[in-house]
């Protein structure tokens, strides 16, 4: 059992090994962000059309990254994930690089396919190498980090990104993207050590028989616990990334502010306010749940409640510009996107942390991974295609304030899993073993004080 004293004796080392992973997951977004900025002028060299162009940054990324997500997750699970996150590192540079030094618009998209691929462990191999790292009840705030990380890359990739490939080219982004990550997969190669796998449980040296990976997908999904999480987290994306996709144009139509205005308020309001709702969400997870898990529920239902009720308030709110900051005009309702960026992302790093708990050390990956695979089919691929047909068919009936309604709509999906996670809070699965409802598990090496009703 590890004594109590062991999980305070965190230092800079264990702190480090998360920036490292941090750093990758935020160059994944930026790279993704930085396709936006790339579309015109890869449109004009290639005279490629919208549809095209709708392909190569979202549709041939997300289908790839999805059908290799699972497994991706089972090599992460079977081998050494430091290694695996050198060799997916290398892969990813060089993709990055070709697509840079593409000579036809088909060359471009087959590159940003491999860098589809090269991609897909990334994310279940640093969420396992996490739960490794802190144990418990001192992994959300680590997890809020990790997945923090893209709103503020973000920010940065849509600016800086703007600036190279307006002053050198849309290639020379891709060579900025790529060149850091050489570096990267050498750290990841010659300087990190792996960890001890299920170091915060019990037997965490004793890997269970090896199962396929149709196999390890099926017992996972019989575990009702991770099959409710798994479900819930999938189907509050999809309400997510419509809102993400379709916030500018809403601002255009609805508010009458122009592009650049709209992009800018976009992504600056609700980046941040989703960034610093992460981290306080994370931390105060960790305070909480350290007494009762019951919180790793509680507070994603409560940043649903939360969200939900800003959300209606901001999609419903009439036009008006409340003050002008930087020559950028605000509208008034963009208290209430902020307040809703905020509450948002409560849900992350407790989901997380729970799913991380209801499997055993050699599942994690591939159950990160699993939920992965649902989010992005839900969320990025069709997410805001409803959103968008929604908008379409609410012509005749509201206009042009189509848009307004099929996000009211689509917002109101978010009952589904809040539904689920009040099914999980009645039923406590983690008060199971890890993997009971499978064939194999152990019980976890954290002892958490006494849970209370609080």
């Given at each position: 059992?590890?004594?109590?004293?062991?999980?305070?004796?965190?230092?800079?080392?264990?702190?480090?090994?998360?920036?490292?992973?941090?750093?990758?997951?935020?160059?994944?977004?930026?790279?993704?962000?930085?396709?936006?900025?790339?579309?015109?002028?890869?449109?004009?060299?290639?005279?490629?059309?919208?549809?095209?162009?709708?392909?190569?940054?979202?549709?041939?990324?997300?289908?790839?990254?999805?059908?290799?997500?699972?497994?991706?997750?089972?090599?992460?699970?079977?081998?050494?994930?430091?290694?695996?996150?050198?060799?997916?590192?290398?892969?990813?540079?060089?993709?990055?690089?070709?697509?840079?030094?593409?000579?036809?618009?088909?060359?471009?998209?087959?590159?940003?396919?491999?860098?589809?691929?090269?991609?897909?462990?990334?994310?279940?191999?640093?969420?396992?190498?996490?739960?490794?790292?802190?144990?418990?009840?001192?992994?959300?705030?680590?997890?809020?980090?990790?997945?923090?990380?893209?709103?503020?890359?973000?920010?940065?990739?849509?600016?800086?990104?703007?600036?190279?490939?307006?002053?050198?080219?849309?290639?020379?982004?891709?060579?900025?993207?790529?060149?850091?990550?050489?570096?990267?997969?050498?750290?990841?190669?010659?300087?990190?050590?792996?960890?001890?796998?299920?170091?915060?449980?019990?037997?965490?040296?004793?890997e269970p028989p090896r199962e396929g990976l149709y196999k390890a997908a099926l017992t996972l999904i019989r575990n009702r616990g991770c099959a409710m999480l798994i479900g819930a987290?999938?189907?509050?994306?999809?309400?997510?990334?419509?809102?993400?996709?379709?916030?500018?144009?809403?601002?255009?139509?609805?508010?009458?502010?122009?592009?650049?205005?709209?992009?800018?308020?976009?992504?600056?309001?609700?980046?941040?306010?989703?960034?610093?709702?992460?981290?306080?969400?994370?931390?105060?997870?960790?305070?909480?749940?350290?007494?009762?898990?019951?919180?790793?529920?509680?507070?994603?239902?409560?940043?649903?409640?939360?969200?939900?009720?800003?959300?209606?308030?901001?999609?419903?709110?009439?036009?008006?510009?409340?003050?002008?900051?930087?020559?950028?005009?605000?509208?008034?309702?963009?208290?209430?996107?902020?307040?809703?960026?905020?509450?948002?992302?409560?849900?992350?790093?407790?989901?997380?942390?729970?799913?991380?708990?209801?499997?055993?050390?050699?599942?994690?990956?591939?159950?990160?991974?699993?939920?992965?695979?649902?989010?992005?089919?839900?969320?990025?691929?069709?997410?805001?295609?409803?959103?968008?047909?929604?908008?379409?068919?609410l012509i005749p009936y509201a206009g042009e304030e189509s848009l307004r309604y099929a996000l009211v709509i689509v917002t109101f999906t978010i009952v589904i899993p809040m539904l689920?996670?009040?099914?999980?809070?009645?039923?406590?699965?983690?008060?199971?073993?890890?993997?009971?409802?499978?064939?194999?598990?152990?019980?976890?090496?954290?002892?958490?004080?006494?849970?209370?009703?609080?």
């Open positions: 059992m590890i004594k109590k004293e062991d999980s305070r004796q965190l230092g800079w080392r264990i702190h480090g090994f998360l920036a490292l992973l941090v750093v990758t997951y935020a160059g994944s977004f930026m790279g993704r962000q930085i396709m936006s900025v790339m579309i015109e002028p890869i449109k004009l060299e290639f005279n490629a059309s919208d549809t095209a162009m709708g392909l190569i940054s979202g549709l041939a990324f997300a289908v790839v990254y999805a059908f290799l997500g699972l497994p991706a997750g089972r090599l992460s699970d079977r081998h050494a994930r430091t290694r695996v996150l050198a060799i997916t590192l290398g892969l990813w540079a060089f993709a990055t690089l070709l697509c840079g030094f593409s000579v036809s618009f088909w060359m471009l998209i087959v590159a940003r396919m491999l860098v589809a691929a090269a991609e897909a462990p990334v994310t279940p191999a640093s969420l396992s190498l996490i739960s490794d790292l802190y144990p418990p009840h001192r992994r959300s705030l680590a997890i809020s980090c990790f997945t923090g990380a893209p709103t503020i890359s973000s920010i940065v990739g849509l600016s800086a990104g703007a600036w190279v490939i307006d002053a050198y080219g849309w290639r020379t982004g891709f060579f900025v993207i790529g060149t850091p990550l050489v570096l990267m997969s050498l750290i990841f190669a010659l300087v990190i050590r792996e960890p001890v796998r299920g170091k915060w449980d019990l037997g965490g040296g004793l987290s999938a189907i509050t994306t999809f309400g997510a990334f419509s809102f993400a996709m379709w916030n500018t144009a809403f601002l255009v139509r609805s508010h009458e502010l122009s592009l650049q205005h709209a992009g800018i308020l976009a992504g600056v309001v609700t980046g941040l306010s989703a960034a610093v709702g992460s981290l306080f969400s994370g931390w105060l997870t960790d305070r909480l749940s350290a007494r009762n898990r019951a919180w790793l529920v509680r507070i994603p239902l409560f940043g649903h409640f939360m969200a939900t009720s800003a959300m209606i308030a901001y999609l419903l709110s009439p036009a008006g510009i409340a003050f002008t900051f930087a020559g950028v005009p605000v509208p008034t309702a963009m208290f209430w996107c902020a307040l809703s960026g905020f509450f948002t992302v409560f849900w992350v790093g407790p989901s997380f942390n729970l799913l991380t708990q209801l499997v055993t050390q050699w599942q994690r990956a591939t159950v990160i991974a699993l939920q992965t695979v649902f989010t992005t089919l839900l969320g990025v691929g069709l997410g805001p295609l409803v959103t968008g047909a929604l908008s379409d068919a689920m996670l009040w099914s999980l809070l009645r039923t406590r699965p983690w008060q199971n073993e890890p993997g009971q409802q499978h064939d194999t598990g152990t019980q976890p090496d954290f002892t958490p004080l006494p849970e209370t009703n609080s």
